[in-house]
Every structure is written in structure tokens, then in C-alpha cells.
């Protein structure tokens, strides 16, 4: 393994694996790929999904690596130390700062809820809720104002400490101790979802290949997915690409990153489904899995349903937080990197994306419920083109800036960079064998990527 020794980079290249993996595996492994994987053909969207992680998500991951190791800086600047002569490029920077921003606002919210529904496992009160009345409780939970700011607040502040402490004793630490207790927990999930009698439905409805509904609209899903999933576009992976050490091998360590990603949603898929349909229910995602399901499924099990259930939001909790810690990693290294102690930039993204999570966390709420005795939140009728404040930033942040960042982030990489400064970088300065790599991944990276990236966009706005 590499090692590195400047202060400011990550230890090792297994640290910065873990740290990357870190980033790339949360909620969106655990409650939205099993969702969309069935619902779009299983088996049949696996393949699709398989070629988008591998030929896209992780050409966007070694384009963002090089971009950050090349130049050492955080997104704003890394494009204009790049390209001095079109220093406009900055604003893609920019617009992948906003992006890690909105994110992290809404990211606060489902986190929140879900320290919440840990700490609920932990001291009993979910298991004493009768077997009907999940809906109930999460809506009322969701839609109260108090007690979902505090585990925003709270959940902020775990991110927050593990920032403060640094790159290396920070990220690099919590992301090699958290990753491995995350794998563990997965598969005591699997194995517990899988001897369940009736579980063979669950796993049917993962894998089994329908081609009837892979739809126009599942394969901008997958493409969709591939790039949240893997945490690409937005510029946190050029902030760790800047942290990875000289002589790290940039392919193989996307490699591992990606591969990590893909079974651990894989993993999560066979955690679940199998559980959901072994107790009757009906497959969703979302909150709607997480919140009102799953609880019902742990119930089931009995006397070790709470343990499970603690287990379950445990793992879900933590994937989280290495979420979360590389998108205010990123905000807080472009302040540093600007001259403002770690500390008080830390500091001061954190306050002002707390106020915006906690709007967003007011304004949740479903149309649904008026027509039921359901609730929304205190500011669910104000409106943002339609829309509630929570509803707005979820589809800015899953259906549009994700891909007009990374559309935009592949043709910086592919048309304007030097392909002698790519190469020299990948390569390590011709020290490590690429041979026809590099043709094929130049290919990927200027006709594929931006190709599919431009057609998903258009199709997404124009739906
Ligand atoms: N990849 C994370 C997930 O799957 C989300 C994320 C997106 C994190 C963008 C950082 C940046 O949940």
C-alpha cells in the first residue's frame, strides 16, 4: 500500500478507499436502488445499471480524481489552476458547490429521521407501536416541527466533529473503522432476510430479468442512480482525488470504489426485499420503505425484531454519516483552501445549511394527506414553482444538477484538458502500465459519458 506523509492528504490508499466507499455508499444504496432495481425489470435493470456504474459513475470518478490529484485544489480553483486561460470554467466548480449544498440540506433530513428511528429501536418505543400504526407514527413524527430539528442538529453535529478533526484523523479514521462495521452489519441483515421462510419471492423480484419493464424512463433511473450512488459530478471526489496520495493508482483505486458501491446496493437489496415480501408487504422506497415497512417486517421477527431493527438503522445511520461527511468535507475544503481555518468553515456551512434542512424538514409532507387524517408539515404550503421547499430541493438535487454538473464536469475533463496531463496523471508520470487503457477510457470520456449524460438531462427536463 501507498503511503502518504503532507498533512493535508489521506494516509493511505486503502484509507482513501474507505473514505471514497464511504461517500459513495448511503442512503441511496440502501433505500433507493433495491426500490428501483424491481420496480424497473430486476435482472433485466441490473444490466443496465452494471454498464452506467462501471462505464459512466466510474469514468466520472477517475475524470474527478485527476482533476483534484493534477491540481491540488478544491473545485472553484481546481478548474482555474487547470485552465488559466478560461477561467469562466470556475462556475462549474461553483454550480457542484451549490449542488453539495442543496444535497446536504435534504441529506440532514432523511438522517435525521433516521438517527431518530434508531434511537426509537434502541429504547423500545418502536416495538411498542402496534403492527398498523407506522404510517401514523412516522407522519407524525415527520410533520412535527421540534423533534426532527433536533436530530438534524444532532446528526450535524457527529458530521461536524469528524470534520473538525481532519483529514486523516478525521475522515480517513471514521471512514476505515465505519466502513467494515457497515459490511458486517449488511450481511447479519442478509442472512437473517434470506432464511426467512417465503424469502425466495424477495429475491425473485431483485434478479429475475423483465425486459417489459425496463422502460425508457428505468434507464434514466439507472443512469441517475449510478451517478448519486457513486457520489460523482458534484466536485466531492475531486476534493479526495486532491487528498489521494502521488503514488496511488488512480484506476485501481476507482475500481475498488466502485465495486464496494455495487455489492453493498446489491447486498442491500437482498437485506431487504426477501424480509418485505416474507411478511406480505409491498415493495416501495423511500420513506415509505424505511419508515413504515421496515418496522412492520421487524415486528415480525418477534423478540429479536428490536435488536434487528437497531441493527438496521444502526448500518443506515452510519452510511449516512460518510455521506454527509464528504459533502461538508467539500464545502469546508473550498473555504480552507481560501484561507479560513478548517474550524470555522466547518462552522459556518454548517450553521447556514442547518437553517435550509430545517425549512426543508417543515415543509415535508405528502398531497395525499388531506384527503386523510394524515398531517403535513408547518410549511408544506409554501410554494416554490408548485411545489413545498422539501419537494423542490429533492428534485433539484435527484432529477437536475446532478447530471447538468457532471455533463458539464466531462467536457471540461474531455475537450479542454490536455490529454498529455490526463495520461501523464493516470499513469503516475509513466510509472504505472496503462497500455490500451487509456484509448478505450478517452473514448468513454469524450463521446459516451457526455452523450448519455446529455440525453438523460434533456429527457429529464422534458418529462
Ligand atoms: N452517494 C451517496 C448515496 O448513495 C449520496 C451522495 C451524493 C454523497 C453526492 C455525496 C455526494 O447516498
Given at each position: 500500500m501507498t503511503s502518504n506523509t503532507s498533512k493535508t492528504g489521506f494516509n493511505s490508499s486503502f484509507g482513501a478507499i474507505m473514505a471514497a466507499a464511504g461517500s459513495a455508499v448511503g442512503l441511496g444504496n440502501i433505500w433507493r436502488f433495491p426500490y428501483i432495481c424491481g420496480k424497473y425489470g430486476g435482472g433485466a435493470f441490473l444490466l443496465v445499471y452494471i454498464f452506467f456504474v462501471f462505464f459512466i459513475g466510474m469514468v466520472l470518478m477517475m475524470s474527478e480524481f485527476v482533476i483534484g490529484r493534477r491540481s491540488k485544489e478544491a473545485p472553484i480553483r481546481a478548474y482555474a489552476t487547470l485552465c488559466p486561460k478560461h477561467t469562466s470554467w470556475k462556475l462549474v466548480g461553483l454550480l457542484g458547490l451549490i449542488t453539495c449544498f442543496l444535497i446536504l440540506a435534504i441529506y440532514l433530513v432523511i438522517s435525521g429521521w433516521t438517527l431518530n428511528y434508531f434511537w426509537e429501536s434502541l429504547t423500545g418505543t418502536l416495538s411498542s407501536i402496534p403492527i398498523n400504526g407506522f404510517k401514523l407514527h412516522f407522519n407524525t413524527f415527520a410533520s412535527s416541527a421540534v423533534r426532527p430539528a433536533v436530530f438534524i442538529v444532532a446528526f450535524l453535529i457527529f458530521t461536524f466533529l469528524v470534520i473538525v478533526g481532519g483529514v486523516q484523523k478525521g475522515i480517513e479514521r471514521v471512514s476505515k473503522l465505519l466502513m467494515p462495521i457497515l459490511v458486517v452489519l449488511l450481511i447479519v441483515m442478509c442472512v437473517r432476510s434470506l432464511t426467512l421462510e417465503g424469502a425466495s419471492e424477495g429475491v425473485a423480484y431483485l434478479f429475475n430479468p423483465d425486459f417489459t419493464k425496463l422502460t425508457g424512463e428505468g434507464v434514466l433511473a439507472a443512469l441517475g442512480q449510478a451517478l448519486f450512488s457513486l457520489s460523482v459530478g458534484m466536485g466531492v471526489m475531486i476534493v479526495y482525488g486532491s487528498y489521494l496520495p502521488v503514488d496511488d493508482n488512480i484506476l485501481k483505486t476507482s475500481m475498488w470504489i466502485t465495486l464496494c458501491d455495487f455489492f453493498i446496493a446489491v447486498l442491500s437489496g437482498v437485506a431487504i426485499f426477501p424480509a418485505v415480501f416474507a411478511c406480505g408487504q409491498e415493495p416501495t422506497g423511500g420513506p415509505g420503505l424505511v419508515y413504515e415497512v421496515l418496522p412492520v417486517v421487524f415486528q415480525s421477527f418477534g423478540g429479536l425484531g428490536t435488536v434487528f431493527a437497531t441493527v438496521f438503522f444502526l448500518l443506515l445511520s452510519l452510511a449516512a454519516l460518510t455521506s454527509a461527511i464528504s459533502l461538508l468535507e467539500a464545502l469546508t475544503a473550498w473555504l480552507n483552501k481560501n484561507g479560513m481555518r478548517r474550524f470555522s468553515a466547518a462552522l459556518l456551512i454548517s450553521v447556514l445549511v442547518v437553517f435550509l434542512s430545517i425549512a426543508a424538514s417543515f415543509a415535508y409532507?405528502?398531497?395525499?394527506n388531506a384527503k386523510t387524517s394524515l398531517s403535513n408539515g408547518i410549511?408544506?404550503?409554501?410554494?416554490i414553482a408548485e411545489m413545498s421547499i422539501y419537494e423542490f430541493l429533492d428534485k433539484l438535487t435527484g432529477t437536475y444538477l446532478p447530471p447538468i454538473c457532471a455533463f458539464l464536469t466531462i467536457i471540461f475533463f474531455g475537450w479542454v484538458m490536455k490529454k498529455e496531463d490526463i495520461m501523464d496523471e493516470l499513469s503516475n508520470h509513466g510509472t504505472v502500465k496503462i497500455g490500451y487503457f487509456n484509448v478505450f477510457y478517452y473514448f468513454l470520456v469524450r463521446f459516451v459519458a457526455p452523450v448519455a449524460l446529455l440525453v438523460v438531462l434533456v429527457a429529464g427536463i422534458i418529462k
Amino acid at each position: 500500500m501507498t503511503s502518504n506523509t503532507s498533512k493535508t492528504g489521506f494516509n493511505s490508499s486503502f484509507g482513501a478507499i474507505m473514505a471514497a466507499a464511504g461517500s459513495a455508499v448511503g442512503l441511496g444504496n440502501i433505500w433507493r436502488f433495491p426500490y428501483i432495481c424491481g420496480k424497473y425489470g430486476g435482472g433485466a435493470f441490473l444490466l443496465v445499471y452494471i454498464f452506467f456504474v462501471f462505464f459512466i459513475g466510474m469514468v466520472l470518478m477517475m475524470s474527478e480524481f485527476v482533476i483534484g490529484r493534477r491540481s491540488k485544489e478544491a473545485p472553484i480553483r481546481a478548474y482555474a489552476t487547470l485552465c488559466p486561460k478560461h477561467t469562466s470554467w470556475k462556475l462549474v466548480g461553483l454550480l457542484g458547490l451549490i449542488t453539495c449544498f442543496l444535497i446536504l440540506a435534504i441529506y440532514l433530513v432523511i438522517s435525521g429521521w433516521t438517527l431518530n428511528y434508531f434511537w426509537e429501536s434502541l429504547t423500545g418505543t418502536l416495538s411498542s407501536i402496534p403492527i398498523n400504526g407506522f404510517k401514523l407514527h412516522f407522519n407524525t413524527f415527520a410533520s412535527s416541527a421540534v423533534r426532527p430539528a433536533v436530530f438534524i442538529v444532532a446528526f450535524l453535529i457527529f458530521t461536524f466533529l469528524v470534520i473538525v478533526g481532519g483529514v486523516q484523523k478525521g475522515i480517513e479514521r471514521v471512514s476505515k473503522l465505519l466502513m467494515p462495521i457497515l459490511v458486517v452489519l449488511l450481511i447479519v441483515m442478509c442472512v437473517r432476510s434470506l432464511t426467512l421462510e417465503g424469502a425466495s419471492e424477495g429475491v425473485a423480484y431483485l434478479f429475475n430479468p423483465d425486459f417489459t419493464k425496463l422502460t425508457g424512463e428505468g434507464v434514466l433511473a439507472a443512469l441517475g442512480q449510478a451517478l448519486f450512488s457513486l457520489s460523482v459530478g458534484m466536485g466531492v471526489m475531486i476534493v479526495y482525488g486532491s487528498y489521494l496520495p502521488v503514488d496511488d493508482n488512480i484506476l485501481k483505486t476507482s475500481m475498488w470504489i466502485t465495486l464496494c458501491d455495487f455489492f453493498i446496493a446489491v447486498l442491500s437489496g437482498v437485506a431487504i426485499f426477501p424480509a418485505v415480501f416474507a411478511c406480505g408487504q409491498e415493495p416501495t422506497g423511500g420513506p415509505g420503505l424505511v419508515y413504515e415497512v421496515l418496522p412492520v417486517v421487524f415486528q415480525s421477527f418477534g423478540g429479536l425484531g428490536t435488536v434487528f431493527a437497531t441493527v438496521f438503522f444502526l448500518l443506515l445511520s452510519l452510511a449516512a454519516l460518510t455521506s454527509a461527511i464528504s459533502l461538508l468535507e467539500a464545502l469546508t475544503a473550498w473555504l480552507n483552501k481560501n484561507g479560513m481555518r478548517r474550524f470555522s468553515a466547518a462552522l459556518l456551512i454548517s450553521v447556514l445549511v442547518v437553517f435550509l434542512s430545517i425549512a426543508a424538514s417543515f415543509a415535508y409532507g405528502d398531497a395525499d394527506n388531506a384527503k386523510t387524517s394524515l398531517s403535513n408539515g408547518i410549511w408544506y404550503d409554501i410554494k416554490i414553482a408548485e411545489m413545498s421547499i422539501y419537494e423542490f430541493l429533492d428534485k433539484l438535487t435527484g432529477t437536475y444538477l446532478p447530471p447538468i454538473c457532471a455533463f458539464l464536469t466531462i467536457i471540461f475533463f474531455g475537450w479542454v484538458m490536455k490529454k498529455e496531463d490526463i495520461m501523464d496523471e493516470l499513469s503516475n508520470h509513466g510509472t504505472v502500465k496503462i497500455g490500451y487503457f487509456n484509448v478505450f477510457y478517452y473514448f468513454l470520456v469524450r463521446f459516451v459519458a457526455p452523450v448519455a449524460l446529455l440525453v438523460v438531462l434533456v429527457a429529464g427536463i422534458i418529462k
